[in-house]
Antibody, heavy 118, light 106 residues
Framework: EVQLVESGGGLVQPGRSLKLSCVASGFTFNNYWMTWIRQAPGKGLEWVASITNTGGSTYYPDSVKGRFTISRDNAKSTLYLQMNSLRSEDTATYYC???????????WGQGVMVTVSS | DIQMTQSPASLSASLGETVTIECRASEDIYNGLAWYQQKPGKSPQLLIYNANSLHTGVPSRFSGSGSGTQYSLKINSLQSEDVASYFCQQYYDYDTFGAGTKLELK
């Protein structure tokens, strides 16, 4: 059974940093691209960052480029999201997802809440 | 960036009814379109990919269609467990989502 379990969320002040983790199990982690998706309270879904299966390439939208860094440790089957210079608009539930070979996100974690507030 | 316009924003329907939700892309996405269901307090679940392919384990009352810039999700014979929000997503060029449709029972 595919499982994605996020951790590391919490309350953080604007301008500070936070690092999210996602432990994967039930599949061969180093065969899949992985992605972080976020959802602000009561809002829609927003792509945050993606990483290739080897970790050799990463992709970000302009809203987080230069502030967020996605990485992975294939030996530990773990995905990370380092978030720096956090802003109030980064407040959201962050989901770890697996990219299916055909394109969409076929498995999602339960999500972890990040609140940016003073 | 490709924009996704989803309609309606909310929908009220009766049990057994057929429901249709639509998504329009700002440019051709060549069937790179997925639909997700999100129940309250839960993470999204993949329903449809490649515009019309049913994801493993999804009931056959869900179906997807469309091409080019216009796509739709149809739910036949609405069940109580289908009450949820539904999102479309294009993955032809990076990833963008529609704003969502909240489906409630009448």
């Amino acid at each position: 059974e595919v499982q994605l379990v996020e951790s590391g969320g919490g309350l953080v002040q604007p301008g500070r940093s936070l690092k999210l983790s996602c432990v994967a199990s039930g599949f061969t982690f180093n065969n899949y691209w992985m992605t972080w998706i976020r959802q602000a309270p009561g809002k829609g879904l927003e792509w945050v960052a993606s990483i290739t299966n080897t970790g050799g390439s990463t992709y970000y939208p302009d809203s987080v480029k230069g502030r967020f860094t996605i990485s992975r440790d294939n030996a530990k089957s773990t995905l990370y999201l380092q978030m720096n210079s956090l802003r109030s608009e980064d407040t959201a539930t962050y989901y770890c997802t697996r990219d299916s070979p055909t394109g969409p996100f076929d498995y999602w974690g339960q999500g972890v809440m990040v609140t940016v507030s003073s | 960036d490709i924009q996704m316009t989803q309609s309606p924003a909310s929908l009220s329907a009766s049990l057994g009814e057929t429901v249709t939700i639509e998504c329009r892309a700002s440019e051709d996405i060549y069937n790179g379109l997925a639909w997700y269901q999100q129940k309250p307090g839960k993470s999204p679940q993949l329903l449809i990919y490649n515009a019309n392919s049913l994801h493993t384990g999804v009931p056959s009352r869900f179906s997807g269609s469309g091409s080019g810039t216009q796509y739709s999700l149809k739910i036949n014979s609405l069940q109580s467990e289908d009450v949820a929000s539904y999102f479309c997503q294009q993955y032809y060029d990076y990833d963008t989502f529609g704003a969502g449709t909240k489906l409630e029972l009448k």
